[in-house]
């Protein structure tokens, strides 16, 4: 089964690119983000058309999060337990929820697709959300796996952190000064590592980013980062077999400032579920 990440920077804008991508690269289940758009806007046709279904939320024309997958998907959840809200002005408990996370199930494998908070600045209250919102999604996949011990789970998205130094080559984003990379998101991204997820491309990709700002030539540069990423716990991290990021999707006509993320995940598909299109 090939698990993709996409943070597609509208879905409405580059339907087309992305539908075609996944009949290319022989994808099976794609978690999208930043589809900036509600469900009756989504664009279905192109996707059944290419024998996709298709599960999202999205509530305006900012974040939203969706999978497409030619293989049935089932225990659709739109948020996951615990999830604050957010409202620019407003304190305490009860702020309106975002479109940011949707998890379902495919033959057995639990995916979620996530466009973590941006934090937009140091002092800006978006950063404290965004570090409650990551800490009340650690403690739901810890209970989750607590769970379903043996069940393989992975974490897919725009997580909105750098990691580490390697994985930033934007001169203009600088720790001290910037949100992605301050210590605290930084601690909180390695918390998830404490609660057993692996990064499980990077043992696949020793190096290489997926996102380029649109601005100051980043992507002719390559002065890019890794901020999406694919974390599974250790039943997933066995199943992986091989990952890749799509650096070619960056160019030609109207990109997205992201890439796919994929990686390929040896479960063995049941024959009279596998209605997957011919492709020759």
Not at 220 to 237: A, H, K, T
Not at 240 to 266: C, F, L, W, Y
């Amino acid at each position: 089964m090939r698990v993709a990440t996409w943070n597609v920077n509208s879905i409405r804008a580059r339907v087309d690119r992305v539908v075609d991508w996944l009949v290319r690269e022989d994808i099976d289940v794609l978690g999208m983000q930043e589809i900036k758009c509600k469900p009756e806007q989504f664009p279905y046709e192109a996707f059944t058309a290419a024998g996709y279904d298709v599960q999202l939320t999205g509530l305006n024309q900012w974040n939203g999060v969706a999978f497409a997958s030619r293989l049935p998907m089932t225990e659709v959840e739109i948020g996951f337990a615990g999830q604050p809200g957010f409202l620019k002005g407003a304190e305490g408990p009860d702020q309106p929820l975002e479109a940011r996370a949707i998890g379902v199930t495919v033959d057995g494998v639990r995916l979620w697709s996530l466009y973590v908070p941006n934090g937009r600045s140091l002092e800006d209250p978006h950063l404290v959300y965004k570090l409650d919102w990551l800490e009340k999604l650690r403690g739901a996949t810890q209970e989750w796996i607590a769970a379903n011990p043996g069940s393989p789970i992975a974490l897919m998205g725009d997580f909105n952190i750098i990691p580490t130094d390697e994985d930033n080559g934007d001169p203009s984003i600088v720790v001290g000064q910037s949100t992605h990379v301050s210590p605290e998101e930084r601690a909180s991204f390695a918390a998830f590592a404490d609660i057993g997820l692996i990064d499980t491309v990077r043992p696949f990709v020793p190096e290489g980013y997926t996102y380029w700002d649109y601005k100051q030539l980043r992507f002719p540069r390559n002065e890019g980062i890794r901020i999406d990423f694919v974390l599974g716990n250790q039943p997933f991290s066995d199943l992986v077999t091989g990952a890749s990021i799509h650096r070619n999707e960056r160019k030609g006509e109207a990109p997205s400032d992201h890439v796919p993320v994929v990686v390929d995940v040896d479960v063995q598909l049941d024959e009279d579920d596998d209605d997957r299109p011919m492709i020759f």
